[in-house]
Nanobody, 122 residues
Framework: QVQLVESGGGLVQAGGSLRLSCAAS????????MGWFRQAPGKEREFVAT????????LYGDFMKDRFTISRDNTKNTVYLQMNSLKPEDTAVYCC???????????????WGQGTQVNVSS
């Protein structure tokens, strides 16, 4: 099993920045990628970004790459999501996920964190 714990969410004004962290523990040898998804009230889960542990290959959701950056620290088993120029429409619960494939599809991920709330005020 792999446990994922997110942190870094909170309230920020439009135009501000936040950095989310997701720390993995447990049987991390079984995972190859970690990603971020978000879900706003009344909306479907949306793919944000994902990254491979080896090589750091990244994949971003539509409209994400220009403001969001995913990175990882292998020594800490931690993935980060740097979010800049935040907009009110970025308000959502951001969840970290871990799996074996570099994919935008939630079904490709085996483990999920509890999520961290991000609120962007106008």
């Amino acid at each position: 099993q792999v446990q994922l714990v997110e942190s870094g969410g909170g309230l920020v004004q439009a135009g501000g920045s936040l950095r989310l962290s997701c720390a993995a523990s447990g049987r991390t040898i079984s995972i190859s990628t970690m990603g971020w998804f978000r879900q706003a009230p009344g909306k479907e889960r949306e793919f944000v970004a994902t990254i491979t542990w080896r090589g750091g290959t990244t994949l971003y959701g539509d409209f994400m790459k220009d403001r969001f950056t995913i990175s990882r620290d292998n020594t800490k088993n931690t993935v980060y999501l740097q979010m800049n120029s935040l907009k009110p429409e970025d308000t959502a619960v951001y969840c970290c996920a871990a799996g074996r494939f570099l994919s935008p599809r939630p079904s490709q991920y085996d483990y999920w964190g509890q999520g961290t709330q991000v609120n962007v005020s106008s």
